[in-house]
């Protein structure tokens, strides 16, 4: 599974778009790249996954890259709601993964109102 | 929209106690995990099951742990014999086979806070 590097902690205000960006350097061919956010005391929660250029849903959007190196989330308009951890995580089809999925330590952002 | 489920929501044990986390997955789901996190600390792989065994666990699985899926909904951890450090929120997870079990989205439940006195 490709390591991931991505800032510790960011702010930002009510109404602002937030980027952060991920960077997996070693990212094979047949990896997909997954964001889940994290809410004190839950479980973390999927938000969006891609392979390649841009991936849009009703929550955020996932910029990649050609070279797949890194790849950046993008929140519109953020609320005091999305205060969160999120993380990036590097995964594809390699004989032997079962699944499991190997979270480094996240983006913890605060949204200050 | 279906969730994954647990119970109980925070379990107090003594040291040397045996504890059964409990889950149920979201039903059409083949494949369960169960991941910890220790307090402030990051959120950490224990095993994965898919068929009635296990696919792979982690270096904290040892032998203190065991997973079992006794009928058609409830996925469990037992832990024999708790430790202090096994304090911990432990979270259950399911996903589907819709491509492969590497980039399918998991569904998490929402934890049980296992503390260890």
């Known amino acids: 599974l490709a390591k991931t590097t991505q800032p510790i902690s960011m702010d930002s205000y009510e109404g602002q778009e937030v980027n952060i960006t991920c960077s997996h350097n070693?990212?094979?061919?047949?990896?997909?790249i997954t964001w889940y956010q994290q809410f004190p005391s839950q479980g973390p929660r999927f938000i969006i996954q891609?392979?390649?250029t841009k991936v849009t849903n009703e929550v955020a959007s996932l910029f990649i890259p050609a070279d797949r190196k890194s790849s950046t989330l993008s929140l519109p308009r953020v609320s005091l709601s999305d205060t969160a951890v999120y993380y990036c995580l590097v995964g594809g089809d390699s004989s032997g993964n079962t699944g499991k999925l190997i979270f480094g330590q996240g983006t913890t952002l605060q949204v200050k109102p | 929209e279906p969730e994954v489920t647990q119970t109980p929501s925070h379990q107090v044990t003594q040291m040397g106690q045996e504890v059964i986390l409990r889950c149920v997955p979201i039903s059409n789901h083949l494949y369960f995990y169960w991941y910890r996190q220790i307090l402030g600390q990051k959120v950490e792989f224990l095993v994965s099951?898919?068929?009635?065994?296990?696919?792979?666990k982690s270096e904290i699985f040892d032998d203190q742990f065991s997973v079992e899926r006794p009928d058609g909904s409830n996925f469990t951890l037992k832990i024999r014999s708790t430790k202090l450090e096994d304090s911990a929120m432990y979270f259950c997870?399911?996903?589907?086979?819709?491509?492969?079990?590497?980039?399918?989205?998991?569904?998490f439940g929402p934890g049980t806070r296992l503390t260890v006195l």
């Open positions: 891609g392979y390649k």
């Open positions: 997870a399911s996903s589907e086979p819709v491509r492969s079990p590497t980039t399918d989205t998991q569904y």
């Open positions: 070693n990212i094979a061919t047949n990896d997909y």
């Open positions: 099951f898919y068929n009635n065994e296990i696919s792979e």
